[in-house]
């Protein structure tokens, strides 16, 4: 059985930086896709940042980049996000989602986290 746990939420500065964590269990396969997801008050779902285990896709979202850095240590499973320069807008619902390495290039994820929250104040 496969799961994600998100870490790293909370409350932050704006204009700070924060870092969130998703940790993977279970098998997915060889070589996986994972995949950081916020959702804004108010708006839909979106995707951050998307990335393969053999590090052979790669994208992050314009909303975002040049403020974001992804990384992912296949020996702990766990992919990382740090977003800099907060701002109000970042205040969101951010999720971890994971699949077979397919998933990177269209699809929909089988695998999601719970999602953890944050929420960027002065």
């Known amino acids: 059985q496969v799961e994600l746990v998100e870490s790293g939420g909370g409350s932050v500065q704006v204009r700070g930086s924060l870092r969130l964590s998703c940790t993977v269990s279970g098998y997915i396969g060889p070589v996986y896709c994972m995949s950081w997801f916020r959702q804004r008050p108010g708006k839909e779902r979106e995707g951050i940042v998307r990335i393969s285990s053999d590090r052979t896709y790669e994208y992050t979202s314009s909303a975002v980049e040049g403020r974001v850095t992804s990384s992912l240590d296949n020996a702990k499973n766990t992919l990382y996000l740090q977003i800099d320069r907060l701002t109000y807008d970042d205040t969101a619902m951010y999720y971890c989602?994971?699949?077979?390495?397919?998933?990177?290039?269209?699809?929909?994820?089988?695998?999601w986290g719970q999602g953890t929250q944050v929420t960027v104040s002065s």
């Open positions: 989602a994971a699949g077979p390495l397919g998933i990177c290039y269209g699809g929909n994820f089988p695998y």
